[in-house]
């Protein structure tokens, strides 16, 4: 649409025309766009749920085992009907076992999250999307089964107290908001970069008592402050929702922790590979940050199943850095030998 010139708009481009002028791939694109539209009817929906009643659906369980509420299908439906009429031949939703084929002789498929956090809903808590594109390989199962690394694109949107969209394409990140009358999603901040050095970090420290050692260990050393081994003092933060959690990094700094534990269900983490963990990652090191399981770069990684589930430690470098530092040499504690995050070893000792 073309958007009147006002005070608004005169420094700031939709996001159509800010992919246009930087060149961005067409098809990759078009999928966003697509997202965005999609986004936008969803912001409404959340927005308007209370008096609508769509949040008092009784609640089932997802083919993955996790709660769905109603407003988990209304976005799962939203998004893929987006993206069935883009170029995509493939889509992977959290809320669907397998992937759908769409257009086989698309270039692309894209793995999504439609509703991140909606058990937060009830609380008026910041929820989101998550998304991840990459290219179609051979078939479309085996197109999300590649590394991280092989995404195209990547980012979240958030539905709070702004509707905002967090994009990482052609190595850059950028922010764009929902304009509330206009309803276009307008450029706010381009080529955001982690603020270096915060000592902030967040975890559910409710979960202490399955943590590995080591988790436990550097969260003690953080928590110990000026008068401990880090000689800092250092805020912890928890607000149960990724996306929030993966945007206030990004204003702020910091470090975010989800490890591995001793639960059942959470040997291999808890948050999935390839539509949690690969995008945030992506958006993470362009950045100018890092995303970790405790041994690997995550974006290094490749899954084994559609829903597999990954540790994430993601923020600041030289945060990010030191929670790897404490697992180097140290033997498994956990059965499952991807889980990350293990035994007892202090980052200064």
């Known amino acids: 649409m073309n958007l009147p010139m ?16 930087q060149g961005a791939d067409a098809d990759c694109a078009a999928v966003i766009e697509a997202l965005a539209d999609a986004a936008r009817e969803l912001a409404r929906q959340i927005a308007i749920a209370p008096l609508s009643g769509v949040d008092e659906g009784a609640a089932t369980v997802n083919t993955d085992g996790d709660i769905q509420k109603t407003l988990d299908i209304v976005a799962d439906n939203l998004m893929r009907d987006a993206l069935r009429r883009a170029p995509v031949a493939g889509i992977l939703s959290e809320e669907v076992d397998r ?8 270039p692309l ?34 197109s999300f089964f590649e590394p991280g690394t092989a995404q195209r694109a990547a980012g979240f949107f958030v539905y709070g107290p702004q ?10 990140v950028d922010l764009y908001v929902l304009h509330p009358t206009l309803h276009e999603f307008i450029l706010a901040k381009s080529g955001i970069r982690i603020p270096q050095d915060t ?17 436990r260990n550097y969260v003690d050393e953080c928590l110990s402050g000026a008068a401990g081994p880090r000689g800092r ?14 945007y206030r990094i990004l204003m702020r700094g910091g470090v975010f922790l989800y490890p591995a534990d001793s639960r059942p269900g959470y040997r291999e983490g808890r948050l999935r590979l390839v539509y949690e963990a690969h995008p945030m990652a992506l958006i993470m090191e362009w950045a100018g940050g890092s995303a ?15 829903h597999q589930r990954a540790p994430l430690i993601m923020g600041d470098v030289r945060l990010v ?10 033997e498994p504690l956990f059965e499952t030998s991807d889980a990350p995050l293990f035994a007892r070893r202090g980052l200064f000792r």
Request: net charge negative.
């Open 163 to 172: 509707t905002c969209l967090v994009l990482a394409i052609d190595r850059r």
């Open 199 to 215: 000592p902030e970090f967040a975890i559910n420290a409710s979960n202490r008592r399955h943590w590995s050692g080591t988790v």
């Open 292 to 306: 970790s399981s405790g041994r690997a770069r995550i974006l290094e990684l490749s899954a084994r199943s559609p």
């Open 321 to 330: 850095r030191d929670v790897d530092q404490l697992h180097e040499g140290v």
């Open 6 to 21: 006002n005070h608004e708009t005169d420094h700031h481009q939709t996001l159509q025309a800010h992919l246009a002028a």
């Open 99 to 106: 992937p759908e084929t769409v257009n086989e002789a698309a």
């Open 109 to 142: 498929c894209v793995a999504i999250d439609p509703l991140d956090g909606s058990s937060n809903l009830q609380n008026n808590i910041s929820v989101g999307t998550i998304f991840s594109i990459r290219p179609r390989g051979r078939d479309v199962l085996s």
């Open 233 to 246: 003092d250092f805020n912890m933060r928890w607000i149960a929702s990724l996306v929030a959690e993966a």
